[in-house]
């Protein structure tokens, strides 16, 4: 299995998602290809001083440089993992074929709470949109509605954005994600 993760810059939230999975997921003997990348990454940044120190206090190291989200990333995963809702929305936006393996990390790790059915009607609804889009078509205004009533009703799944903060920020942020992380290697393992 290939899964990229994907955040705004990658150089704080995947990065760490990225190198924690790939810890996690050996240490589970789950065999796996993990990579991430940004929405709007700087090709070739650095991940943030802090997410580094994050990092390599979980004994997780390796230069991670930012590479940004591109069609050959998104045809390599399996399963793209954003770390918000806004990401996944920029990447169905860029990448609509990509809808059915495309989740925000926690969506994708609870998928316990009874809103499944919800979240593929609005995938396939905002994958739509941006194929009408970008064909130069509308959405009508019954599907613009229905997605705006889907969009109200789901849960936040957001992970929080540490960029520019403290070292503190960084742990919490490294929490969230390891929390969502634990959860993930239970469903792939139950998942065979």
Not at 129 to 150: F, N, P, S, W, Y
Request: charged share 25%; with cysteine.
């Amino acid at each position: 299995m290939r899964i990229l993760f994907v955040c705004t810059g990658n150089t704080c939230r995947s990065p760490m998602a990225e190198g924690m999975f790939r810890q996690m997921a050996g240490e589970a003997g789950i065999p796996v290809e993990v990579k991430s990348a940004g929405v709007a990454a700087i090709p070739g940044s650095a991940i943030s001083k802090h997410a580094e120190a994050v990092l390599l206090s979980r004994q997780i190291s390796g230069r991670m440089t930012s590479t940004p989200l591109n069609n050959e990333l998104a045809e390599w995963a399996d399963l793209i993992l954003t770390l918000t809702q806004g990401h996944k929305r920029q990447v169905l936006y860029a990448f609509p074929e990509a809808a059915s393996k495309t989740f925000v990390l926690k969506e994708y790790a609870d998928d316990e709470d009874g809103t499944q059915g919800s979240r593929q009607e609005l995938d396939a609804l905002l994958a739509e949109k941006a194929l009408q889009t970008a064909l130069g078509g509308q959405v009508t205004d019954e599907d613009r509605r229905r997605i705006m009533q889907l969009q109200r009703q789901m849960p936040v799944y957001d992970i929080s954005d540490p960029f520019g903060g403290s070292r503190a920020d960084y742990e919490e942020t490294a929490a969230e994600i390891h929390e969502a992380l634990v959860r993930l290697i239970r469903k792939l393992k139950a998942e065979g």
